[in-house]
């Protein structure tokens, strides 16, 4: 079984910074892709920023220069730096992993945390 627990997140003013981290466990299961998504307030779904195992990230448009993504593979952990927070960023942000494993590959998902920019 595989978990994901997030932490960090909460209320921010414009212009301020958040850490996001998220804990992938489970065995034997290997977390290729770690990253996040994003609930926005008109019901958007979309990727925030994603990295692999070998440190390889993608970043939607919108965070680029503002929001860094890194992992520990050793501790199958990612955290996301965002900086220069705008009220757009408000959301629940989701911790996803793209999971490998001997029966097949799947993707799981955290439970989800809530992020507020005021103006």
């Known amino acids: 079984q595989v978990q994901l627990v997030e932490s960090g997140g909460g209320l921010v003013q414009a212009g301020g910074s958040l850490r996001l981290s998220c804990a992938a466990s489970?065995?034997?299961?290997?977390?290729?892709?770690l990253g996040w998504h994003r609930q926005g307030q008109g019901n958007q779904f979309d990727l925030v920023a994603e990295?692999?195992?070998?440190?390889?990230?993608n970043y939607t448009a919108a965070v680029k220069g503002r929001f860094t993504i890194s992992r520990d593979n050793a501790k199958n952990t990612v955290t996301l730096e965002m900086n220069s927070l705008k009220p757009e960023d408000t959301g629940v942000y989701y911790c996803?992993?793209?999971?490998?494993?001997?029966?097949?590959?799947?993707?799981?998902w955290g439970q989800g945390t809530q992020v507020t920019v005021s103006s």
């Open positions: 996803y992993a793209e999971v490998w494993s001997d029966l097949g590959d799947f993707r799981a």
């Open positions: 990295i692999d195992t070998s440190g390889k990230t």
């Open positions: 489970g065995s034997p299961f290997r977390f290729h892709v």
